[in-house]
Structure formats: structure tokens, C-alpha cells
């Protein structure tokens, strides 16, 4: 192992199962990787005997690692909520092979070349799976071209904005003239713009007040100081500006990303009217939307606090009729940590806590036994988690077990259950603020290859950090 960046001392073998997922269905075979790609794909057992190298994982599944395009790793700046060598191991730990890193969150925000720099090199030599990033459309640089189009140049895949206040002091938020004019600059790039869409109106009595109008400690008062028509009228706003980018548009060639959707309603349909009149657009919603409900969430128990809010019972069932449907094209986690005092966990107030859920590490656990109601199946996991968010990503040499790709693999046990709790080696920074702590979840994640090397196998993580820095170009 080139200096212990794998736990496999091998660069050329062969990983085989009876259940490989690949985009020409799921086959018993063997999958050859040399030099970290994928070389060859051999069907049944025409492997057997020939080759020297072979990790035969059995009936375990072998898919494309996920990709997770939302991601808030917090360095360089507040490393102590998360930084690049513990949230890339908990990702590797979950399956996840590719993250794109969020602009916000980390110290500076990443808004600038010098920014970025900055993101760079605190990344380099410290993770563990491979790491794009966003870069932030904000006020200050939403109407310098120059500015936006050197941050481009300079390998961010894309650009996010908020169309509410972040929580994050750097990183203030943009109307729809901002967002018009940084699509403008990305029809150029080919890259897309991923947008927070909620718009804060005042909500009858509550935000007036300090206390929301209710009881801080209780779920429902923070419910209502974000109701759905918030993520609807960012969505209606958002969408005067995408008709720009359908063909032959001003804006053609940019693509607009919702992040996080959790209203299956009013909002979920005025993206599927816009999709059906040809706008460039794509929408997520993140395992905890699609796992909990309002209903289930006891008062003063600030893990579940994020942005939008997790809704009732009726909406997460629309989730998840919208993402069977294929209304919702993808998935992501949206980790968003912090240290436990700032999510108040003593206080249990809603109002004042951090917003965000920390579970990269769960994401496919979690999908697949949530999912197990509604008979989703492997090609769908692929879809949702890795061969989309590629797309969004423009990882043309990811997502997909296929020859000439990148060799990043997942071997998991979708049928192994397991017990998330303080027994369970959780691969968290912060276990006490994670919201699947409980749970009984099925699907274990055996191995974690990326780029070829064996990053994690059954608790243990490669001893170096070789993941690479994906810059676009
Ligand atoms: N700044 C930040 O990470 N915000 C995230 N947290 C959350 O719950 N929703 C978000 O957008
Ligand atoms: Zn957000
Ligand atoms: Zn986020």
C-alpha cells in the first residue's frame, strides 16, 4: 500500500460478487481495477482460478460509492464542529466515496479565489475521499462577472446561494436579481447554481417574539416559524429566473439545484411544472426528510432541528411518493454539524439552537431500510445517490460501476441490521447531536474503495489521507 493510503497492498486485483450494480442491470461477476479505475467488467464466473487477485465479497453487494453533492465540512475556521479528516472518515464509513464541500459553514466562507485557496489547501493531504467544492454566490460577488468567473476558473463546480439568512455572518443572502446574474456567468461554465430556497415572511404573532409565540422546548413552535409556503415562495421566485435557462434561453446552459426540498406540496409541484416546460432544473431532498416526522419529535430534542424543518407524517409520505416518481431526482445529506452546546441539548430550545443535521455516515443505511416500505431497489439507490449527483457535479468518470471510471466502490450488506447506539462505533466527530442514535438501521457497509485504494473496511480507516482534491475545470 503506497504509504498506507490503502488497507489492500494490491493495485491491481479484482473485487467479485454475485451482486454487482452496474447501468446494464446487477450481475455475479467480477470487476477489475488497475491503477485506480476500473478496467474491465467480467460477467458470472469466467474470473474464477485466472485471476491472482481476487477480494470475493460474495452475496455482499458492489456499487458506485455515493456522492454526496451536500456537504458542510467546517475547516478551515470552526474544525472543532467538523473538519476534513473526520467528516471524509465518516463518509468513507458510510459508502460515500466523492463529497462536494459547501461554501458556508468553514471560516472564511468560500466566496473568492483567495477563499478557495484557503479550502485547498486545508483539504490537501487531510481527506480521506475525494472532495470538490462549491463555491458561495453572495451579495458582494453576485454582480462582478470578473470575480464570479475567476472562482469558476479556479475549479468550484458550481455556486450556492441562500434566499434566507444562512446563520453564517460571511455569507448573507441573495434575491432573485443576485441569482439572475450568477446564472448569467454559469451559462458559460456548464455549471449549476444550488440554491436554499425558502424566503422568510413573518408568520402571524410568531417571530415577532423572542419565544416564536410558544413554548421554545416545543417542536411544533419551531414547525410553524418556518411553514411550507416559505420553501413555495422561494421556489415561485426562483422560477422567474429559470425560464432563462431552457433552450435557446438567455441563460441556456445553466442549471438551477433546490437543496433540501422538504414540502411535497405547492413547492414540489412548481418545480414539476417548470421541469415539464423544458427549465434546466433539478431538485434533492436528504434522508431526514424522508426518515422522520414531525410528529415524532419530542420537545427538546434539538437534533432534529434543521432548515426547512421536517414536516408531518402526510408530507414525508409525499416525499417519498415524489422521489419513486422520479419528481425528485436525487439525494444528499445536507451534514451540517456544530459542537453539542450550540445545539442546546440541555435547553432543548428550538429557536436558539444550531440548524442542521449531522448523519453523512448514515445516509445509506438509512435510505435503504426507510425505503425497504415503499419496495425501493438497488438501481434506485445508484441513481439517487451516485449517478445523479455525478451529473450535477459534471463527474464524468464517477457514479456508475463502468470501464474507465474511477474505481470508487461500495461493498455493503443491505440485509445486516444493526443497533445505532453507544455500542456502535459511530465514525461521528459529535455522536451525542446525531439524530439516528436508536434507530435499528439495515445495511452495513463492509469496504470503501476510492480511486482503487481500500479506505475503510469493517471500522478501521487507511492509515493516510489520500483522497484527491477534485477541482473543475
Ligand atoms: N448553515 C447551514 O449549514 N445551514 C443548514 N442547516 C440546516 O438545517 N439547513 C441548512 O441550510
Ligand atoms: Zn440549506
Ligand atoms: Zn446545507
Redesign the pocket.
Known amino acids: 500500500s503506497q504509504s498506507g493510503c490503502s488497507l489492500f497492498p494490491h493495485s491491481h486485483y479484482w473485487i467479485a460478487s454475485k451482486r454487482i450494480v452496474t447501468p446494464q442491470g446487477i450481475i455475479s461477476g467480477a470487476v477489475e481495477i488497475k491503477g485506480g479505475s476500473i478496467v474491465s467488467i467480467v460477467k458470472n464466473k469466467d474470473w474464477s482460478g485466472k485471476f491472482k487477485q481476487v477480494v470475493d465479497y460474495g452475496n455482499a453487494v458492489v456499487m458506485p460509492g455515493l456522492i454526496d453533492v451536500h456537504a458542510?465540512l467546517d475547516d478551515p475556521g470552526r474544525a472543532e464542529w467538523e473538519g476534513f479528516p473526520s467528516g471524509t472518515k465518516a463518509a468513507a464509513a458510510g459508502g460515500i466515496t466523492t463529497l462536494i464541500d459547501?461554501p458556508?459553514?468553514n471560516f472564511p466562507s468560500t466566496v473568492s479565489t483567495e477563499t478557495l485557496k484557503l479550502k485547498i489547501e486545508a483539504a490537501e493531504k487531510s481527506i480521506y475521499v475525494d472532495v470538490g467544492f462549491w463555491g458561495g454566490l453572495v451579495p458582494e460577488n453576485a454582480f462582478n462577472a470578473t470575480a464570479l468567473e475567476a472562482l469558476l476558473d479556479a475549479g468550484v463546480h458550481g455556486l450556492k446561494s441562500?434566499m434566507c439568512p444562512?446563520?453564517?455572518d460571511d455569507?448573507p443572502m441573495t434575491d432573485a436579481s443576485h441569482i439572475k446574474s450568477g446564472l448569467s456567468v454559469l451559462a458559460k461554465y456548464k455549471r449549476p447554481l444550488l440554491v436554499?430556497s425558502e424566503i422568510q415572511s413573518v408568520v402571524e404573532s410568531h417571530l415577532e417574539t423572542e419565544d416564536g409565540g410558544g413554548d421554545p422546548r416545543s417542536y411544533s413552535t419551531y414547525l410553524k416559524t418556518r411553514p411550507p409556503s416559505w420553501e413555495e415562495a422561494a421556489i415561485r421566485e426562483l422560477l422567474t429566473v429559470t425560464k432563462d435557462t431552457r433552450s435557446g434561453g438567455p441563460a441556456e446552459g445553466a442549471h438551477l439545484h433546490v437543496v433540501?426540498l422538504s414540502d411535497a406540496s405547492s413547492s414540489l409541484d412548481l418545480i414539476k411544472e417548470a421541469k415539464r416546460r423544458g427549465d434546466s432544473i433539478t431538485v434533492e431532498t436528504c434522508p431526514h426528510y424522508l426518515a422522520f416526522s414531525a410528529e415524532e419529535i419530542p420537545d427538546g430534542d434539538t437534533r432534529f432541528?434543521?432548515?426547512?424543518p421536517i414536516r408531518d407524517a402526510a408530507n414525508k409520505e409525499k416525499l417519498w411518493n415524489a422521489l419513486m416518481e422520479g419528481d425528485i431526482d436525487m439525494l444528499s445529506s445536507?451534514h451540517?454539524p456544530t459542537v453539542p452546546e450550540l445545539k442546546l441539548l440541555n435547553d432543548g430550545n428550538f429557536l436558539k439552537a444550531w440548524?442542521?443535521?449531522s448523519s453523512i455516515q448514515f445516509v445509506l443505511p438509512v435510505t435503504w431500510s426507510y425505503g425497504q416500505k415503499y419496495g425501493i431497489t438497488l438501481e434506485q439507490l445508484v441513481s439517487w445517490w451516485s449517478e445523479r449527483p455525478a451529473k450535477l457535479a459534471g463527474q464524468h468518470s464517477k457514479g456508475a460501476i463502468a470501464i474507465g471510471n474511477h474505481a470508487d466502490v461500495v461493498v455493503w450488506e443491505p440485509e445486516v441490521e444493526f443497533d445505532l447506539n453507544e455500542d456502535h462505533p459511530m465514525f461521528v466527530k459529535n455522536p451525542s447531536i446525531s439524530a439516528y442514535i436508536g434507530k435499528r438501521l439495515s445495511g452495513k457497509v463492509l469496504a470503501t474503495f476510492v480511486r482503487g485504494n481500500l479506505v475503510y473496511k469493517e471500522g478501521n480507516h487507511a492509515f493516510a489521507a489520500c483522497g484527491s482534491t477534485i477541482l473543475a475545470t
Open positions: 458542510h459547501m458556508l459553514n441562500f444562512s446563520g453564517i455569507f436554499h433540501h432541528k434543521c432548515a426547512p445536507d451540517s440548524g442542521g443535521i
